[in-house]
């Protein structure tokens, strides 16, 4: 079954704590992406990841910093936490290529308070 | 830069009658392709289209679009919207350009109304 896992769904923490989104695919994509979506603003990228230990910023990488280990796991990582980063992140993973289709997951929906 | 335009942010329309959300964009770049993701509500974004040949109309589940490069163009149409077609419709395109990012439009909400 070919899916792409986000965890947590849905996560509330406090201003400057540290927040740590995974994300799984199954379907041995080489790129995987993290977006942010708020209301009005669309899909925002914020990293690209073309393979394990090989990533590159999109267009709103700062506060955030991203990990992949395995080519099937890419971490997104708040340090530090701020309430301008409530949103919602959605992972998504593609073959590499730019007629690829790309495979979102489910998202996981961010309150910092 | 590159980028993606969807001029209306919400679209209402009576369940049965057509509907069109426009897309249009901006790039340097030759070779591109185009995707149409719907989300919706409370769900992942999921392609509904996808083309990168000029003036071939792409159909799926009753929606169709035609990338038009000559006026920088790729508008989703659907003949008689239905009730269940009410969400979020993203336009997005990728460039030759080597990098495999989705330039996104902010998105167009689509409500049916019965």
């Known amino acids: 079954d070919m899916k792409v896992t986000q965890m947590p769904r849905y996560l509330i923490k406090r201003m400057g704590e540290n927040v740590l989104l995974e994300c799984g695919q199954d379907m041995s994509h080489e790129t995987m992406y993290w977006y942010r979506q708020d209301p009005g603003l669309g899909l925002q990228l914020i990293y690209i990841s073309y393979d394990v230990d090989s990533n590159s910023e999109g267009d709103i990488p700062k506060g955030y910093r991203v990990s992949r280990k395995k080519r099937e796991h890419f971490s997104l990582i708040l340090d530090s936490a701020k309430t301008n980063q409530t949103s919602v992140y959605f992972c998504?993973?593609?073959?590499?290529?730019?007629?690829?289709?790309?495979?979102f997951g489910p998202g996981t929906r961010l309150t910092v308070l | 830069g590159d980028s993606v335009t969807q001029t209306e942010g919400l679209v209402t329309v009576t369940e049965g009658l057509p509907v069109k959300l426009n897309c249009t964009y901006q790039?340097?770049?030759?070779?591109?392709?185009f995707f149409w993701y719907v989300q919706y509500l409370n769900e992942a974004p999921q392609v509904l289209l996808k083309?990168?040949?000029?003036?071939k109309r792409t159909e799926h589940q009753g929606f169709h679009a035609t990338l038009h490069k000559s006026s920088s163009s790729f508008h989703l149409q659907k003949s008689s919207a239905q009730l269940s077609d009410s969400a979020l419709y993203y336009c997005a395109l990728t460039l030759s350009s080597g990098s495999w990012q989705l330039i996104f439009g902010s998105g167009t909400q689509l409500t049916v109304m019965p």
């Open positions: 790039t340097t770049y030759l070779t591109i392709a």
């Open positions: 083309s990168s040949t000029d003036n």
């Open positions: 998504a993973s593609s073959y590499w290529g730019n007629y690829a289709e790309q495979f």
